[in-house]
């Protein structure tokens, strides 16, 4: 098992920045891949970005060039940088591992943190 908990949410105004943390632990020599996925009131939840342990990065493109996801082997802990923000990038965040594949598709994660809140005023 692989237990995933994300900090570092909160309000900002649009244009702002903040970065999202999550800190893995357990069986955590299992996991491939990890990602971010968010899930705004209504909708249902998508793939933000992704990482591999080898590096390679995979992002949607609503985020492409404003947001950064980075992993930190040694401390087991996977991060987002999102700078620019905008008000539809409010949305509870998750952070999720996958030991498989990776992708963008939350049906291909099993493991999932309990979700943060990002607020995106205009």
């Known amino acids: 098992q692989v237990q995933l908990s994300e900090s570092g949410g909160g309000s900002v105004q649009a244009g702002g920045s903040l970065r999202l943390s999550c800190a893995a632990s357990?069986?955590?020599?299992?996991?491939?891949?990890m990602g971010w996925f968010r899930q705004a009131p209504g909708k249902e939840r998508e793939g933000v970005a992704t990482?591999?342990?080898?590096?390679?990065?995979s992002y949607a493109d609503s985020v492409k060039g404003r947001f950064t996801i980075s992993l930190d082997k040694s401390e087991n802990t996977l991060y987002l940088q999102m700078n620019n923000l905008k008000p539809e990038d409010t949305a509870t965040y998750y952070c999720?591992?996958?030991?498989?594949?990776?992708?963008?598709?939350?049906?291909?994660?099993?493991?999932w943190g309990q979700g943060i809140q990002v607020t995106v005023s205009s």
């Open positions: 999720g591992a996958a030991r498989f594949t990776c992708s963008r598709r939350p049906a291909d994660f099993p493991y």
């Open positions: 990482i591999v342990r080898g590096g390679t990065t």
């Open positions: 357990g069986y955590t020599t299992s996991v491939y891949c």
